[in-house]
T-cell receptor, first 116, second 115 residues
Framework: AQKITQTQPGMFVQEKEAVTLDCTYD???????LFWYKQPSSGEMIFLIY??????QNATEGRYSLNFQKARKSANLVISASQLGDSAMYFC?????????????FGTGTRLKVLA | EAEVAQSPRYKITEKSQAVAFWCDPISGHATLYWYRQILGQGPELLVQ????????DSQLPKDRFSAERLKGVDSTLKIQPAELGDSAMYLCASSFKGRQRNEQFFGPGTRLTVL
């Protein structure tokens, strides 16, 4: 079974609109973490936002917010007021503690295209 | 701001040749990761170091890939011999154990093309 699932291979959004990128996860570790990364065409992975499993509030970082629904095991990324520079691949990742160390698993990504 | 350094940024090689990639993590980061990312997919962990010790290399094709981090600082990933299917982006990341979120910081990557 996939530990991290991103069901949207590609998304389009109009400039200045909001967009939600979906991510579901599966883990038995009670103390896990969830991350979103942005990967522009240049290739570097840019950290966007983090949500800990025990965090009571949804994480926010500027225009990025994470819609964390623990019971549903979902951690959707919301980008508000989309900009042309937001066009990139977006990866959801999970950190879990197994076998004495932290492990990170990445989803397959969603390619976002912002339209002018 | 401290960054993870990787070199080279691009490498073109012929199959059956040897290639090596270098990574210098952020100072003080004890954990270092090598990922392979095939075009259109998410990063896949190849090897993870804690200081100089390997803690996970379960997905490393050990017949042709090797990785070392001799002094617990910088690291080298080697492929010998390279195969066509090794064409991918190779990403290095590091993290500081002790931070609550323990996020990974990534380098710019090495884009490998095997002809």
């Amino acid at each position: 079974a996939q530990k991290i699932t991103q069901t949207q291979p590609g998304m389009f959004v109009q400039e200045k609109e909001a967009v939600t990128l979906d991510c579901t996860y599966d883990t038995s570790d009670p103390s896990y973490g969830l991350f979103w990364y942005k990967q522009p065409s240049s290739g570097e992975m840019i950290f966007l936002i983090y949500q800990g499993s025990y965090d009571q509030q949804n994480a926010t970082e500027g225009r990025y917010s994470l819609n964390f629904q623990k019971a549903r095991k979902s951690a959707n990324l919301v980008i508000s007021a989309s900009q042309l520079g937001d066009s990139a691949m977006y990866f959801c990742a999970m950190r879990e503690y197994t076998s004495g160390t932290y492990k990170y698993i990445f989803g397959t990504g969603t390619r976002l295209k912002v339209l002018a | 701001e401290a960054e993870v350094a990787q070199s080279p940024r691009y490498k073109i090689t012929e199959k059956s040749q040897a290639v090596a990639f270098w990574c210098d993590p952020i100072s003080g980061h004890a954990t270092l990761y090598w990922y392979r990312q095939i075009l259109g997919q998410g990063p896949e962990l190849l090897v993870q170091f804690q200081d100089e010790s390997v803690v996970d290399d379960s997905q490393l094709p050990k017949d042709r890939f090797s990785a070392e981090r001799l002094k617990g600082v910088d690291s080298t990933l080697k492929i010998q011999p390279a195969e066509l299917g090794d064409s991918a982006m190779y990403l290095c990341a590091s993290s500081f154990k002790g931070r609550q979120r323990n996020e990974q910081f990534f380098g710019p990557g090495t884009r490998l093309t095997v002809l």
